[in-house]
């Protein structure tokens, strides 16, 4: 059974950090692709950022050069390091797992931003 389980929300002041983390499990063949989603009140989810097996990633534009992806020395681990945080940021967070064959969902964590 494919899990994906986020960590790492909660609630900072504008201008500050906060790193989420996301352990994978359960795909026999990996994860092709992991990357956080969030959603806020109101809107759609969006991507915020993702990382492929070979390494690529990719931004959404609102937060290039604040956050930053990458993937754990442990296998099928993404970290997601946000920085300059601003209150457009407050959402939640969802992680997501792309397989050879499916798509998955973590339970989402909460990251709220004061201003």
């Known amino acids: 059974q494919v899990q994906l389980v986020e960590s790492g929300g909660g609630l900072v002041q504008a201008g500050g950090s906060l790193r989420l983390s996301c352990a994978a499990s359960?795909?026999?063949?990996?994860?092709?692709?992991l990357g956080w989603y969030r959603q806020a009140p109101g809107k759609q989810r969006e991507l915020v950022a993702a990382i492929t097996s070979g390494g690529g990633t990719n931004y959404a534009d609102s937060v290039k050069g604040r956050f930053t992806i990458s993937r754990g020395n442990a296998k099928d681990t993404v970290y997601l390091q946000m920085n300059a945080l601003n209150p457009e940021d407050t959402a939640v967070y969802y992680c997501?797992?792309?397989?050879?064959?499916?798509?998955?969902w973590g339970q989402g964590t909460q990251v709220t931003v004061s201003s």
């Open positions: 997501n797992g792309v397989t050879r064959f499916n798509e998955y």
């Open positions: 359960g795909s026999i063949f990996g994860f092709n692709a």
